[in-house]
């Protein structure tokens, strides 16, 4: 079903989630990106009935459920630390849920065999939470959040708590359930990987406010404000400004001019990806990449990649792949080239920030 949030407004202490305003599309995998302290479980909390509104509405499928009881809406959650109940088996936590509702027991039956089977956990069913691994304890939680089969499922955190092995492996759990079930999901997490690998779109929060909803390639390759290009990833924002010249948009900052494609003139900011920044020991001269000289002030070994840090006098931060560094041989002093492509710099009206 689809989910709408009508300029929502909750107040958690001295924490405030502010106007919010969001339509989550039915059948729809939704990511709900932010860094801690943004707002994401409060939020999530309150689409579950957790917290009480100070305004605004909450409407799924049409239907008014602001009011409603947490187990009168439709939605299930699954938290990052599973909430699984300890003292109960598998097969007893599973079926928790579909106690509650007024189903007969036939209908309780085959749904718990639909859930068990799903997740391929049959197996499980009368061993207790703390026997299991994170993985194992997770399909348990998810088993148990989908027997009911929820309007909504939303999931707060779900693979933070997993290695980054059992991570990938949930990863594809979860794309093959959204395939199979065609369900709308809410997903939270401060992982744009997890954003890219598993959501139709997304929105960033940040201090209890909505800074971007789009997808997520959308998100990361164009954001709309230096918060939402800082909490991406893209390290290069740099302050200057946009001039005119020969029919093209020249940026400028601290001893550094290099050609971008916009309509903007004046204040601005540019973002460039670390990502899409090249190196060469030579001057690359091609229509549409800027080629700025610098020097290598800092290396960081990331194991598949190495960070550099370039100083031409303003700083910029590249990611190389190991074959590239193993061919440029990078060390601290060295003096290459930084090129990047016109159409890889983002610029944001200063403004906006």
Not at 119 to 132: E, N, Q, V
Not at 271 to 284: D, F, G, N, T
Not at 285 to 297: D, E, H, M, S, T
Not at 330 to 349: D, I, M, N, W
Request: with cysteine; hydrophobic share 40%; charged share 25%.
């Amino acid at each position: 079903m689809t989910l709408t949030l009508e300029a929502l407004r909750v107040g958690i202490g001295d924490f405030y989630l502010r106007d919010i305003g969001l339509v989550v599309n039915d059948g729809e995998y939704f990511v709900l990106l932010g860094p801690t302290g943004s707002g994401k479980t409060v939020l999530l909390e309150t689409v579950a009935g957790l917290h009480r509104v100070d305004a605004g509405k909450i409407l799924l499928g049409g239907q008014d459920i602001t009011s409603l009881p947490p187990e009168r809406r439709g939605t299930s959650i699954v938290y990052q630390d599973y909430a699984l109940f300890p003292h109960l088996s598998v097969q007893e936590n599973v079926a928790f849920g579909l106690k509650c509702g007024r189903k007969t027991k036939h209908d309780i039956s085959e749904a718990f065999d639909w859930a068990v089977a799903t997740f391929d956990i049959r197996h499980l069913l009368h061993r207790k939470p703390a026997t299991l691994s994170g993985g194992e304890r997770q399909k348990v939680a998810l088993a148990r959040a989908l027997a009911p089969r929820p309007a909504v499922l939303l999931l707060d955190e779900p693979l933070s708590a997993l290695d980054p092995e059992t991570r990938e492996v949930l990863q594809e759990e979860l794309r093959r359930l959204h395939a199979l079930l065609k369900a709308t999901i809410i997903h939270v997490t401060h992982s744009f990987e997890e954003a890219i690998a598993l959501g139709n779109r997304a929105a960033v929060l940040g201090r209890g406010r909505l800074h971007q909803v789009g997808t997520p390639g959308e998100i990361f390759n164009r954001p709309e404000s230096e918060f939402v290009a800082r909490f991406t990833g893209a390290k290069n924002i740099l302050h200057g400004m946009v001039s005119r010249l020969d029919g093209k948009s020249l940026f400028s900052t601290v001893g550094v001019e290099f050609s971008v494609t916009t309509d903007h003139e004046g204040a601005a900011c540019a973002v460039v990806r670390p990502e899409a920044i090249a190196l060469s020991l030579v001057p690359v001269l091609r229509a549409g990449i800027n080629c700025l000289p610098g020097k290598i002030v800092d290396l960081i070994d990331r194991g598949s990649s190495w960070s550099l840090t370039l100083e031409m006098p303003a700083r910029l931060t590249c990611l190389v792949s190991r074959a590239s560094a193993e061919e440029l041989q990078p060390r601290a002093g060295q003096e290459v080239y930084a090129c990047f492509k016109t159409s890889s710099v983002h610029v944001l009206p200063e403004e906006k920030r």
